[in-house]
């Protein structure tokens, strides 16, 4: 893989990890482009998280190689987790701190100097509606709250690249609408969004996505080439033709 195709931040060829006899992820190649929105599909078994894991540098590939954000995932894992945002539905925020001490907390992970910090916190609530929340525990907010305010955290620092698993699982479709919103945003301002997602529906929004069966990618295109591809209504009909022959999930 060429370092001077500068376009692409993340390139992985034939990544694989194996636990033992058994290959959760089987020699997946695929590269994303910056500011793209990039959606991560698979069945619960799939193989994604493995996947997502390895490319956030918090788990290293039995085989094959990459880069993500210009690092290596074999040998440069740790500048991989100071370059890139991450937001997991089961785990984001503290809930015994209140929203600003969230905020400062994961912007001193992130390396945020503490003037820039504040600055930057103040502006991100300013933005959310919820600078009148500042000292509040985060337990007292509504989950969609948590999950606005937990990407927020993410973005903090401005990496190049946020890695959202499932970040909308649980919150009402308002909510989710609104979440979008702010990744559209976030992307407009040459973000790249790495997301994983079990809303088909959502899956529509992102500019590529690829599907991923028993370790394998088994397509990778926009959701109009994919819906044209298997001549089909939705990226749900296109989901279920892939996942029909699955070994594993469920």
């Known amino acids: 893989m060429s370092s001077t195709e500068t376009n692409h931040i993340i ?3 034939d990544l694989t990890k194996q636990f033992g006899t058994f290959t959760a992820v089987d020699h997946i190649t695929f590269e994303v482009e910056r500011g793209e929105i990039f959606g991560f599909l698979g069945a619960n078994g799939a193989g994604k998280t493995t996947a997502m894991r390895m490319l956030c540098g918090l788990s290293y590939p039995t085989s094959g190689n990459g880069t993500v ?3 290596d995932v074999v040998k440069e894992g740790e500048k991989i987790k100071r370059h890139i945002g991450y ?8 809930d015994d701190l209140t929203v600003m001490e969230n905020m400062e907390l994961f912007g001193g992970i992130y390396g945020v100097k503490r003037r820039e910090l504040k600055k930057r916190a103040t502006t991100l609530l300013q933005k959310l509606k919820f600078i009148e929340e500042r000292d509040t525990m985060v ?3 509504p989950l969609g709250w948590k999950q606005k305010l937990a990407f927020a955290v993410a973005t903090l620092h401005s990496p190049e690249i946020v ?12 909510t989710r609408r609104q979440f979008w919103e702010m990744i559209y945003q ?22 590529r996505i690829s599907m991923m069966v ?3 990618i088994k397509a990778l295109d926009t959701p109009a080439n ?25």
């Open 186 to 207: 976030a992307a407009s301002q040459g973000t790249t969004i790495f997301v994983t997602t079990h809303y088909m529906d959502e899956a529509e929004y992102c500019n």
């Open 11 to 13: 390139q992985v060829k």
């Open 139 to 141: 337990k007292a907010l």
């Open 87 to 94: 937001m997991s539905q089961r785990f984001s925020l503290y």
């Open 69 to 71: 954000a210009g690092f």
């Open 163 to 174: 890695f959202l698993d499932e970040p909308t699982g649980g919150v009402d479709p308002i």
């Open 226 to 250: 994919l819906k044209k591809s298997y001549n089909a209504a939705s990226i749900d009909e296109v989901f279920r033709t892939l996942a029909r022959d699955a070994q594993r999930g469920d």
């Open 214 to 216: 028993d370790g394998k």
